[in-house]
Nanobody, 130 residues
Protein backbone atom coordinates (compact mmCIF):
# COMPACT_ATOMS: atom_id res chain seq x y z
CA UNK A 1 0.00 0.00 0.00
CA UNK A 2 1.10 3.52 -0.73
CA UNK A 3 1.19 6.43 1.68
CA UNK A 4 0.66 9.85 0.11
CA UNK A 5 1.62 13.36 1.25
CA UNK A 6 0.01 16.46 -0.20
CA UNK A 7 1.63 19.90 -0.48
CA UNK A 8 1.41 23.15 -2.40
CA UNK A 9 -1.62 24.76 -0.84
CA UNK A 10 -1.78 28.39 0.18
CA UNK A 11 -3.57 31.68 -0.28
CA UNK A 12 -4.39 32.75 -3.81
CA UNK A 13 -6.54 35.49 -5.29
CA UNK A 14 -9.67 34.72 -7.32
CA UNK A 15 -8.70 33.92 -10.89
CA UNK A 16 -5.27 32.73 -9.81
CA UNK A 17 -3.56 29.37 -10.05
CA UNK A 18 -1.90 26.82 -7.79
CA UNK A 19 -0.26 23.47 -8.36
CA UNK A 20 -0.66 20.83 -5.70
CA UNK A 21 1.69 17.89 -5.36
CA UNK A 22 1.01 14.44 -3.98
CA UNK A 23 4.17 12.46 -3.25
CA UNK A 24 4.00 8.71 -2.82
CA UNK A 25 6.01 6.78 -0.25
CA UNK A 26 7.45 4.34 -2.77
CA UNK A 27 7.55 3.58 -6.45
CA UNK A 28 4.86 0.91 -6.40
CA UNK A 29 2.39 3.79 -6.58
CA UNK A 30 2.66 3.49 -10.37
CA UNK A 31 0.39 0.45 -10.10
CA UNK A 32 -2.38 2.40 -8.38
CA UNK A 33 -4.93 4.84 -9.68
CA UNK A 34 -4.88 8.04 -7.64
CA UNK A 35 -7.76 10.34 -6.82
CA UNK A 36 -7.89 13.98 -5.76
CA UNK A 37 -10.58 15.03 -3.31
CA UNK A 38 -11.41 18.16 -1.40
CA UNK A 39 -13.33 18.94 1.72
CA UNK A 40 -15.09 22.28 1.92
CA UNK A 41 -15.85 23.25 5.49
CA UNK A 42 -19.16 21.79 6.55
CA UNK A 43 -19.57 19.65 3.45
CA UNK A 44 -18.90 16.07 2.42
CA UNK A 45 -15.53 15.21 0.93
CA UNK A 46 -15.87 15.65 -2.84
CA UNK A 47 -14.09 13.72 -5.58
CA UNK A 48 -12.35 15.98 -8.11
CA UNK A 49 -10.35 13.71 -10.38
CA UNK A 50 -8.82 10.30 -10.86
CA UNK A 51 -5.81 9.32 -12.92
CA UNK A 52 -5.79 5.71 -14.01
CA UNK A 53 -2.84 3.40 -13.49
CA UNK A 54 -4.12 1.23 -16.36
CA UNK A 55 -4.01 3.68 -19.24
CA UNK A 56 -3.20 7.11 -17.80
CA UNK A 57 -6.67 8.44 -18.53
CA UNK A 58 -7.96 11.20 -16.27
CA UNK A 59 -11.51 11.73 -15.13
CA UNK A 60 -12.90 14.95 -13.64
CA UNK A 61 -15.92 16.11 -11.74
CA UNK A 62 -18.13 18.65 -13.45
CA UNK A 63 -17.21 21.23 -10.80
CA UNK A 64 -13.56 21.38 -11.92
CA UNK A 65 -13.58 20.13 -15.50
CA UNK A 66 -11.81 22.63 -17.73
CA UNK A 67 -10.14 24.42 -14.80
CA UNK A 68 -8.16 21.68 -13.06
CA UNK A 69 -5.74 19.20 -14.60
CA UNK A 70 -4.23 16.07 -13.07
CA UNK A 71 -0.96 14.52 -14.19
CA UNK A 72 1.58 12.08 -12.83
CA UNK A 73 5.35 11.87 -12.94
CA UNK A 74 6.26 8.29 -12.18
CA UNK A 75 9.98 9.11 -12.03
CA UNK A 76 9.27 11.44 -9.10
CA UNK A 77 6.54 9.30 -7.49
CA UNK A 78 4.32 12.36 -7.76
CA UNK A 79 0.80 13.25 -8.84
CA UNK A 80 -0.03 16.88 -9.59
CA UNK A 81 -3.23 18.88 -9.51
CA UNK A 82 -2.92 22.07 -11.55
CA UNK A 83 -5.69 24.44 -10.54
CA UNK A 84 -6.49 27.46 -12.71
CA UNK A 85 -9.21 30.10 -12.62
CA UNK A 86 -9.64 29.53 -8.91
CA UNK A 87 -12.80 30.79 -7.25
CA UNK A 88 -13.64 31.47 -3.60
CA UNK A 89 -15.83 28.32 -3.66
CA UNK A 90 -12.66 26.29 -4.29
CA UNK A 91 -11.48 27.08 -0.77
CA UNK A 92 -11.02 23.69 0.88
CA UNK A 93 -8.57 21.14 2.20
CA UNK A 94 -7.32 19.06 -0.73
CA UNK A 95 -6.38 15.39 -0.46
CA UNK A 96 -5.00 12.72 -2.72
CA UNK A 97 -5.86 9.09 -2.14
CA UNK A 98 -4.88 5.63 -3.32
CA UNK A 99 -7.62 3.79 -5.15
CA UNK A 100 -8.18 0.12 -4.50
CA UNK A 101 -7.45 -2.18 -7.45
CA UNK A 102 -11.13 -3.00 -7.79
CA UNK A 103 -13.13 -1.55 -9.38
CA UNK A 104 -10.53 -1.39 -12.16
CA UNK A 105 -8.68 1.79 -12.97
CA UNK A 106 -10.88 4.82 -12.31
CA UNK A 107 -14.19 2.98 -12.41
CA UNK A 108 -16.49 4.46 -9.75
CA UNK A 109 -13.65 6.83 -8.93
CA UNK A 110 -15.67 9.44 -7.06
CA UNK A 111 -16.85 7.01 -4.37
CA UNK A 112 -14.64 7.30 -1.26
CA UNK A 113 -15.37 3.67 -0.47
CA UNK A 114 -13.10 2.73 -3.39
CA UNK A 115 -10.02 4.22 -1.72
CA UNK A 116 -7.85 2.86 1.07
CA UNK A 117 -9.35 4.51 4.11
CA UNK A 118 -6.21 4.32 6.25
CA UNK A 119 -3.94 5.93 3.66
CA UNK A 120 -5.41 9.43 3.42
CA UNK A 121 -2.85 12.15 4.01
CA UNK A 122 -3.29 15.24 6.16
CA UNK A 123 -4.31 17.31 3.15
CA UNK A 124 -3.23 20.76 2.08
CA UNK A 125 -5.30 23.90 2.61
CA UNK A 126 -6.19 26.09 -0.37
CA UNK A 127 -7.72 29.48 0.36
CA UNK A 128 -9.06 31.60 -2.49
CA UNK A 129 -9.64 35.13 -1.33
CA UNK A 130 -8.90 38.71 -2.24
Amino acid sequence: QVQLVESGGGLVQPGGSLRLSCVASHATFVHYSIGWFREIKGKEREGLSCISALDGSVHYSDSVKGRFATSRDNDKNTIYLQMDKLEPDDTAVYYCATKKPLPNGCDNWSDRENYYDDLWGAGTLVTVSS
